[in-house]
């Protein structure tokens, strides 16, 4: 590989890093979107299930129906953090693979380096 290929290799390598640093960073943030709105839900959750255990029957039922709603939430929620792991373990295994290239085109460079060297 000539210097120039390198040079282009070396571009897309650090798109490549840029672009999969950039998703990290908004997987990262949703997640700790996605954590806080499932603390929001559980604790409604709790107080629900408090008044079913101490609240006259219409407040039971009125509660029963409002908590069904937040464990229907709580379980789409669940399904998007299972989405996001795995677009977090692709996007990992990506870095690793970008990481492996740059360790190529150090070791080309280092390689040209003491060429000129000698």
Do not use: P, W
Request: charged share 25%; proline share 0%; glycine share 2%.
């Amino acid at each position: 590989m000539g210097l120039r290929e390198n040079e282009v290799d070396t571009e897309h390598v650090l798109r490549r890093m840029e672009n999969t640093m950039n998703n990290l960073e908004q997987m990262s943030f949703d997640s700790i979107n996605i954590t806080d709105r499932l603390v929001t839900l559980l604790s409604e959750a709790r107080e629900y299930a408090a008044i079913m255990k101490s609240g006259t029957q219409a407040e039971c039922d009125a509660a029963f129906g409002a908590l069904c709603e937040i464990l229907d939430k709580i379980l789409e929620t669940a399904f998007i953090v299972n989405n996001i792991s795995h677009d977090l373990e692709n996007e990992t295994l990506y870095q690793r693979d970008t990481v492996e290239a740059i360790k190529q085109i150090v070791d080309f460079f280092y390689s040209i380096t003491d060429d000129i060297n000698l």
